[in-house]
C-alpha cells in the first residue's frame, strides 16, 4: 500500500502504514500551524483488501463538530465524488475503504485543483463578453484573475461575486463554475435578463496560494483572508488588498462571497444586519433576495443558520460586512454544507460538485429577483 498527498491541493502525512487496519495518518496544519481540516490523499493498493484510515489528529482540527455525521468523499475516476463510510471516535476520524480498482483519491470534499481553475479561465474568456484581468500577484507569485462578464454600460448594476477565500471551501469554486456555465449559456433567459441590467465581477478564485498548498482556511502567509477586509495590506493578504482596490474603482451594488461551512448540514445565507450602515433598502433587498432564492434553489433553507449580529456590532473584516458598510448594498456570505443538505439527503454523494453548480444557477435566478431595485 502507498499513500501519497504530492500534487496539487494534496494535504496528508502518514505517520503509520504498516497495518491495513490501522493505518495512521495526519493533516497538515495551513502555514502557521492555526488551522487544519482539509484533507486530500490517493491510496493505492490491492483490488479488494480493506483499508481502515485513520486521522488521529482529528480532534485539534479547527472545526471538531464537522466531523459529526460526516463522510469523507472519494473517487476512482477523478470524475465522480462518492462519499465512504466514515466515523469520528475517540478523536480520530476513521474511514473504511474496500478498493474497487488500484487507486482511489480520498478529500474533505471535491477538490476543485489549480488546473481545473485555469480550465475555468481559458474556457470563459473566449466568450465575446468575458474580459479576464489580472488584479495582481499573490505572496506565491500566482495570479488573482477577474472575470468580468457584461459591457462598457456604467449604467448597469454591478454584481461582484468572490469565492474561495477558504480555500478548502471547494463547493465555493464548484459554485462559480455553474453560474458561469448558465450566465453565458445564450439559450439561458434568465442570463439574457440579468445581462440586460446588470455587469459580473467575479473572483472565481480569491485564494489560489492557499488552494494549490492544501490549505483549508489561509494563503500562502497563513492568514485569514475574511478577516482582512478592512486594513487589507500587500504584505500579508495582496488578494483582499487588490480586490477592494477594484470594487472601489468601479463600485459594487450586489456582493455575494461564496463559502462552506463545516459544521451546519445546510445551505443558507448570512446578511448584514450588524453593519451601521444597514438601512431599510438593504433589508427590503434582503428579504426579496432570500424569498427569491427559496424558490429558485430546494436546497436553500432560511431555517438554520448562523446567529444574526445586534445592529452596529457586526464585524467588518468580514467580507461581506465590510462591502455592506462600504457600499450600502446588497451583500451577502452563502455557505454551502461539507457534509450533505440535511433537508434532501444524498447518501451516495452527499454535498457535491453537481449540487453546488445548481445552486449557482438558482442564485441567477435570485440576483435576477432583485436587479431592479439594486441602484
Ligand atoms: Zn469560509
Known amino acids: 500500500m502507498r499513500i501519497t498527498a504530492n500534487f496539487d491541493g494534496g494535504n496528508i502525512e502518514v505517520i503509520n502504514q504498516e497495518n491495513h487496519d490501522d493505518v495512521q495518518l495526519a493533516i497538515r496544519p495551513d502555514e502557521g500551524g492555526e488551522f487544519y481540516q482539509w484533507f486530500n490523499f490517493k491510496l493505492e493498493g490491492v483490488v479488494g483488501a480493506k483499508y481502515t484510515l485513520n486521522i488521529i489528529n ?24 462518492f462519499r465512504l463510510p466514515t466515523r469520528y471516535q475517540d478523536g480520530k476520524l476513521i474511514i473504511d475503504v474496500q478498493l474497487e480498482c488500484d487507486a482511489i483519491q480520498i478529500a474533505y470534499f471535491a477538490p476543485y485543483s489549480y488546473e481545473r481553475h485555469q480550465d475555468l479561465l481559458a474556457a470563459v474568456q473566449v466568450h465575446p463578453l468575458v474580459t479576464l484581468s489580472h488584479l495582481g500577484e499573490t505572496l506565491d507569485k500566482r495570479d488573482l484573475t477577474l472575470v468580468k462578464v457584461g459591457d462598457d454600460d456604467e449604467e448597469k448594476a454591478k454584481i461582484w461575486i468572490t469565492a474561495r477565500q477558504h480555500p478548502g471551501e471547494t463547493m465555493a469554486e464548484w459554485l462559480v ?33 492557499g488552494s494549490a498548498r492544501g490549505h483549508l482556511r489561509t494563503n500562502a502567509a497563513g492568514v485569514n483572508l475574511n478577516r482582512e477586509w478592512q486594513s487589507p495590506s500587500l504584505a500579508k493578504s495582496p488578494e ?51 424569498d427569491a432564492l427559496l424558490l429558485a434553489s430546494a436546497d436553500f433553507q432560511d431555517k438554520y443558520g448562523y446567529d444574526k449580529d445586534e445592529p452596529g456590532k457586526a464585524n467588518l473584516t468580514v467580507a ?27 447518501p451516495i454523494s452527499g454535498w457535491s460538485p453537481e449540487r453546488s453548480m445548481y445552486l449557482g444557477e438558482a442564485s441567477l435566478v435570485a440576483m435576477l429577483a432583485v436587479v431592479d431595485k439594486l441602484r
Open 240 to 290: 483582499v488588498f487588490h480586490v477592494t482596490q477594484k470594487m472601489k474603482q468601479i463600485g459594487v451594488d450586489l456582493f455575494y462571497d461564496v463559502h462552506g461551512d463545516e459544521g451546519l448540514p445546510y445551505v443558507f445565507l448570512a446578511g448584514c444586519e450588524g453593519v451601521p450602515a444597514y438601512n431599510e433598502k438593504m433589508a427590503s433587498l434582503q428579504t426579496s433576495f432570500v
Open 58 to 81: 482529528a480532534d485539534g482540527a479547527s472545526y471538531p463538530k464537522g466531523w459529526e455525521n460526516y463522510q469523507a468523499a472519494a473517487t476512482y475516476d477523478r470524475q465522480t465524488w
Open 320 to 346: 461581506s460586512n465590510w462591502v455592506a458598510q462600504e457600499f450600502q448594498c446588497l451583500s451577502n456570505t452563502l455557505e454551502m454544507p461539507f457534509k450533505d443538505n440535511e433537508n434532501m439527503p444524498d
Open 177 to 209: 463554475e455553474g453560474l458561469l456555465n448558465n450566465l453565458l449559456d445564450g439559450d439561458c433567459p434568465t442570463a439574457k435578463a440579468l445581462l440586460d441590467k446588470a455587469n459580473f465581477y467575479i473572483v472565481p478564485n480569491m485564494n489560489p496560494d
